[in-house]
């Protein structure tokens, strides 16, 4: 994949991570948080358990999450995009262990919670995300092997 073609895929990503944070970012105002309730029931599989109202925690946690997603879409957008067109390998690498580290410690702690369903969902953001870099790296190595 081409270092701009990678690059698109991130900003996709990122764009779709910005959504999915509007969404749940919906959950601390009760008389418009059905939607972030809803998606909060599908990610804890099976849908159709939750209780009709969150939780002070459920809320609180959901803007803190929603939050850190958005932060980090403009992270994707603004800095490890454009940084994935230059081939920035630094850039790349650490973007790369972030993302594997998210993936670690969110995944462990739903685990534990219970939610072993989110570790699923989890992987698919994940694969969204290192696919496109793991691409360009190999474009990259590819590059470097056949210039001789």
């Given at each position: ?65 929603a939050g850190l997603t958005v932060a980090i879409s403009i992270m994707l957008l603004g800095i ?65 092997n056949t210039s001789g």
């Open positions: 994949m081409s270092p701009k073609n990678s690059a698109m895929v991130i900003r996709l990503t990122a764009y779709g991570f910005i959504a999915f944070a509007f969404i749940w970012g919906l959950a601390p105002y009760q008389s418009i948080n059905l939607p972030a309730r809803l998606l909060l029931d599908l990610l804890a599989w099976p849908p159709g358990d939750a209780d009709p109202v969150l939780t002070r925690s459920e809320m609180w946690l959901s803007s803190i999450g490890v995009a454009p940084a994935v067109e230059k081939s920035d390998k630094k850039t790349i690498r650490v973007t790369f262990w972030a993302f594997v580290a998210w993936f670690l410690v969110d995944g462990a702690g739903s685990i534990a919670s219970g939610v072993v369903s989110n570790v699923f969902f989890n992987a698919i953001l994940l694969a969204a995300i290192l696919i496109p870099l793991s691409a360009v790296r190999l474009d990259e190595n590819v590059k470097q």
